[in-house]
């Protein structure tokens, strides 16, 4: 075969054609096999869930603050900028929610939403992705995600 940089225009433009259609399609079928099924499922009837994948946990406590203040279970003062817990109202179920209703049990700037920490006082909580190991078997892409609130 003779060097393709000395074909003629016509011949050159139908060997780029070629050439450049093969590669396509070898970079599709590597793309393609890469993928490991169909798209990640997520569970999207938590909000702090998807805070947390948005913006990390810092967001998922903005959420969850303006959540409470939304239901009537934290008192917002635009004055002060300061955040309340209402007393005499129940108690909700989620962790995170819980833990904002402790910390605003006497009233807070509302810049104070507390650092997520791994103490005691405060649940260990956040989202990873599930490592390819522990799906071995079950069915499950490594690019799922598991959460847990404390």
């Known amino acids: 075969?003779?060097?393709?940089?000395?074909?003629?225009?016509?011949?050159?433009?139908?060997?780029?054609?070629?050439?450049?259609?093969?590669?396509?399609?070898?970079?599709?079928?590597?793309r393609a096999s890469g993928e490991?099924?169909?798209?990640?499922?997520?569970?999207?009837?938590?909000?702090?869930?998807v805070a947390v994948l948005r913006g990390g946990r810092r967001e998922a406590l903005k959420v969850a603050t303006i959540a409470l203040i939304d239901r009537g279970l934290l008192q917002a003062d635009p004055s002060t900028r300061t955040?309340?817990?209402v007393p005499g109202r129940t108690q909700p179920r989620h962790p995170l929610e819980q833990a904002l209703l402790r910390h605003f049990a006497q009233s807070h700037l509302a810049t104070t939403v507390p650092a997520p920490?791994?103490?005691?006082?405060?649940?260990?909580?956040?989202?990873?992705?599930?490592?390819?190991?522990?799906?071995?078997?079950?069915?499950?892409?490594?690019?799922?995600?598991?959460?847990?609130?404390g």
């Open 36 to 49: 490991g099924g169909p798209a990640p499922r997520i569970d999207t009837g938590d909000p702090y869930l």
């Open 117 to 149: 920490t791994t103490s005691a006082a405060s649940p260990s909580w956040g989202c990873s992705r599930i490592a390819p190991a522990r799906c071995a078997g079950v069915g499950c892409s490594p690019r799922r995600w598991r959460c847990s609130w």
């Open 1 to 30: 075969m003779s060097n393709p940089l000395d074909l003629a225009g016509p011949d050159f433009l139908r060997f780029y054609a070629l050439v450049a259609l093969v590669t396509l399609g070898l970079l599709y079928v590597a």
């Open 83 to 85: 955040v309340a817990a």
